[in-house]
């Protein structure tokens, strides 16, 4: 059985906590490297990308987590954990230093950030995702616009919406799960529960 840790820096983590709670999967917040190493699945919430990296650096936190996705840590990142898990960010965020914003990496996918434009900063889909149909909410969604032959598509955004339809916003490479959409904040837990048959090999 997996000890599940969901990055506590920034963002939505409580709600994290709570989805995986809802699946009797009792996770850690993660903010140290000793929490880490306690650690053997990672969630990487939702919030602001360029904060996540920021605090990961800062708190040591950045390689050790990359050379645990190396060695196969399942790690599931929703929005802005999705853009960290990306390999290249088309619009990465740039300090007024000049400093571009990195990534964990891990997903052979170029992402693009807040893909969806202003008009639709936020808004909900229902999608397919396995034999499921969720309701999907993205808040200043990412999307992957090109993704590597090892990565699988697992939702794109369908018909009718003529906006989005056919953008990807779920997908998957080996023990890395990332989604642009938020599950933690809605109540189905398919996607949750996925991530945590993932753990098992069993998805
Ligand atoms: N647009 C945010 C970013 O670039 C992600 C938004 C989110 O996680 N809801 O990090």
Sequence with gaps: ??????????????????????????????RTLDELKAVDALVI???ESSVIDRLTRNYGLAQPIKERIAAGMPTYGS????????????????TSTGEQQQTLGGIDMLVRRNAFGRQVDSFEHTLKFADHDLTAVFIRAPEAVQVGPDVAVLSTVPAPDSRAQGRIVAVRQGNLLATSFHPEVTGSRAIHEFFVNLTRGDA
Aim: with cysteine; charged share 20%; proline share 4%.
């Design 1 to 30: 059985m997996s000890e599940f840790g969901v990055l506590a820096l920034q963002g939505d983590f409580r709600e994290h906590l709570a989805a995986l709670d809802g699946l009797g999967v009792k996770a850690r917040m993660v």
């Design 45 to 47: 919430p939702g919030g």
């Design 79 to 94: 929005c802005a954990g999705m853009i960290m898990l990306a390999d290249r960010l088309e619009n990465p965020a740039v």
